[in-house]
């Protein structure tokens, strides 16, 4: 959460912020120089092919790990890729709000992400941009490239909007490179964005940094933003032990259990 300060500094950019996440975050602000592995979102959605190539990457690598697979069925790659890109703008949205009370721009121009050498999927994020909104308390406040709106609200409502906004750009490049439905695209794109704001408050280790976590995607989600697909979906549930806890029915289905000796995930709106 964003801390107490009484007076706004011109020094105290998101650059600042990304120094100061958790660093289970896996959040930068920069490409290393060198370093393998990084694409700019920008660059994949200009060249489609690269998205087809990532997931054929993919398909190789449940080949390998599920050796006994006669054939991968081809929605479980696509599903994992929407999934896994979708995950990128979420999370730096989320962790950046969840700790900072900052919204940082979720443009394709904006972020980049590092495609793990042995699973392929994104394992690091970096912000590109230092602009940022925030709240009228927050100590950049009087930073050249923040942009003060008056409540959580409204930061909110920034956040969702320019998620959607790339992934709108993301669905319309990569759906017709599968066979899922647009149904199906933008209940990955729901499940993302509730995740990752889940996820920000759970990385806090205690459970009250989860529930503020579950507060801040009821606040985000708090009803159905279309094409989103639902509000928020987190419920508090009684576990096997008795204890009560947070759980998700995702909204989209992973096909995880199309592979060999695969169940239905927790939560995979199948098995409701």
């Given at each position: ?41 920008r660059d994949l959605l200009g060249e489609p092919a690269r998205l ?221």
């Open positions: 959460m964003s801390h107490p300060h009484t007076l706004a500094s011109r020094e105290d950019g998101l650059r600042a912020s990304l120094s100061r996440m958790p660093e289970d975050a896996r959040l930068r602000a920069d490409v290393p120089e060198g370093e393998p592995g990084w694409v700019r979102c087809v190539r990532w997931r054929e990457r993919l398909t190789g690598w449940l080949a390998e790990t599920y050796p006994q697979a006669a054939t991968i069925p081809e929605r479980t790659p696509a599903s994992w890729i929407l999934s896994w890109y979708l995950h990128v703008p979420a999370l730096a949205g989320a962790m950046l709000l969840h700790h900072q009370r900052r919204v940082p721009s979720l443009a394709p121009s904006a972020l980049a992400f590092r495609i793990g050498a042995d699973r392929p999927h994104p394992d690091s994020v970096a912000v590109l941009r230092e602009t940022f909104h925030c709240l009228p308390t927050d100590p950049g406040s009087a930073h050249p490239r923040a942009v003060v709106v008056p409540d959580e609200r409204a930061l909110a409502a920034v956040l969702r909007g320019r998620y959607v906004a790339h992934a709108s750009r993301f669905i319309d490049v990569y759906g017709p490179l599968t066979r899922l439905g647009r149904r199906q695209l933008w209940a990955a794109a729901t499940d993302a964005l509730d995740n990752a704001l889940w996820s920000a408050g759970r990385l806090g280790g205690t459970p009250e940094a989860e529930g503020a976590g579950v507060a801040d995607a009821a606040l985000v989600l708090e009803a159905r933003f279309p094409p989103l697909t639902s509000s928020s979906k987190l419920t508090l549930a009684t576990g096997a032990d008795g204890r009560r806890e947070w759980t998700r029915i995702r909204e989209g289905c992973c096909f995880n259990h199309l592979l060999p000796a695969e169940s239905e995930c927790g939560g995979c709106p199948r098995t409701r």
